[in-house]
C-alpha cells in the first residue's frame, strides 16, 4: 500500500528543482579545480527520501552544499531554473515560490541566510555540533535561532531525544528504572559521546526546526544495521508526517540503505580523465509499502 499522501510527483508538490548547474571548485595553492555538473533536472517533491551515490570524491558534497544554499554556484549562467517551495505562514499549506538562481544573482544574501535557516537542515560530514555545548543545548541551537518559546523548545527535544534513543543515562543498566532529563545523557557535553550517540544527536539537531529540506551526509556510518535503520525510520517519519511533507537527500555509500530508504536514487560519477563529476541517473521508484516501512497503515 502506497502512502496516500507523499511523493505525488505532481507540480504542487514540488519543494526543490535545479535543472542544471556547472560549479567549479578552485584550490588556488595546488592549482587544481574540479567541476560538477548537473546535466539531468532534478525535481524533488513533497515526501521524498532522496539517496546520493556515487563513488569517493565525484562532488557529492560539492552538490549537497549548492542545494543547501550553503554555496552559491560559480557560473549562474549555466544554472537553469533553481527554485524552491516554502510554506507562506508557518501553519498553514499554502507554498510560495522562492527563484534561488535570481536571489544569488542579486547577492540577496540576507533572504539566502533566512531560507537556510528556516528552511534547511543539516547533519553534514565534518560533523558541526559545538562541543562546548551539552547535547540538550544544541539541539536547541535551530530553535533559538528561529525564535522558539523556551516551552515549546523543552517539549520539542525531549521528544527528539525520545525518538532518537538519547533518553538513556550513560552509565545506566538496560532495565533500570527511568532517570529524569537532568542526569541523561542530554546533559552531557559532545565530547564525551560515543560516535554513533554523535550521529543521532546530530539528526536531531538537523531535524529540531522541522525544516522543509534536511541534508544528511553519511549520517549512519558510526552506527550498526539496526541503529541506522531506526535512525533512517525517524528522519523519514518525521519528514513525511506534517502538514506540508519536507524531503530528505542523503549521501551514503551504502546501497542497502539507500534501496531501504530512498524511493528516488540520484547517481554521480567522475568524468573519465577529466577533473569533473557528472549526475548520471535519476531514478524515481515507488514509495515502498508501508509495512516494511516502518510507517504506520492506514
Ligand atoms: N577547493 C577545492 N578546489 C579544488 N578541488 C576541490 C576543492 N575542494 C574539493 N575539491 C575536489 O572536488 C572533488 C569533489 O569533492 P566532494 O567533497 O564534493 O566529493 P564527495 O563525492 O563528497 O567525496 P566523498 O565521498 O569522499 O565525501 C574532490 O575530488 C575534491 O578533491
Ligand atoms: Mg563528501
Not at 499549506?93 to 542579486?106: M, Q
Not at 539507500?258 to 577533473?275: D, Q, S, Y
Request: charged share 30%.
Amino acid at each position: 500500500m502506497i502512502h496516500p499522501d507523499v511523493t505525488r510527483t505532481t507540480p504542487e508538490n514540488v519543494i526543490l528543482r535545479l535543472d542544471s548547474l556547472k560549479h567549479t571548485l578552485v584550490d588556488r595553492d595546488k592549482k587544481q579545480c574540479f567541476t560538477v555538473n548537473v546535466a539531468k533536472p532534478l525535481e524533488f517533491y513533497a515526501g521524498d527520501f532522496i539517496g546520493l551515490l556515487g563513488p569517493s570524491g565525484c562532488g557529492k558534497t560539492t552538490l549537497l552544499s549548492i542545494l543547501g544554499l550553503l554555496r552559491k554556484p560559480t557560473d549562474l549562467d549555466y544554472v537553469g531554473r533553481f527554485e524552491l517551495y516554502v510554506p507562506s505562514e508557518p501553519k498553514g499549506d499554502a507554498r510560495e515560490l522562492v527563484d534561488i538562481r535570481d536571489a544569488w544573482a542579486r547577492n540577496d544574501v540576507r533572504r539566502i541566510e533566512s531560507l537556510r535557516r528556516t528552511q534547511m537542515g543539516f547533519a553534514l560530514q565534518s560533523g558541526e555540533l559545538v562541543k562546548s555545548l551539552t547535547v540538550n543545548e544544541n539541539i536547541q541551537v535551530p530553535l533559538r535561532l528561529n525564535g522558539w518559546r523556551s516551552d515549546d523548545m523543552r517539549e520539542r527535544v525531549q521528544d527528539l531525544l525520545g525518538q532518537f534513543s538519547l533518553t538513556r543515562h550513560r552509565d545506566q543498566k538496560p532495565g533500570a528504572s527511568e532517570t529524569t532529563l537532568s542526569n541523561t545523557l542530554a546533559q552531557s557535553r559532545i565530547n564525551r559521546l560515543s560516535g554513533g550517540e554523535y550521529q543521532r544527536v546530530s539528526l536531531a539537531r538537523a531535524v529540531s526546526h522541522k525544516p522543509s529540506v534536511v541534508f544528511v551526509d553519511e549520517p549512519t556510518s558510526a552506527l550498526n544495521r539496526e541503529l541506522a535503520h531506526n535512525a533512517l525510520e525517524v528522519l523519514r517519519s518525521l519528514q513525511r508526517e506534517r502538514t506540508m511533507p519536507g524531503i530528505t537527500f542523503m549521501i551514503t555509500h551504502d546501497e542497502e540503505l539507500a534501496t531501504r530508504f530512498c524511493n528516488l536514487i540520484v547517481r554521480m560519477a567522475p568524468r573519465r580523465g577529466e577533473p569533473e563529476g557528472d549526475v548520471v541517473d535519476v531514478v524515481r521508484t515507488e514509495c515502498q509499502p508501508m509495512a516494511e516501512n516502518g510507517l504506520e497503515n492506514s
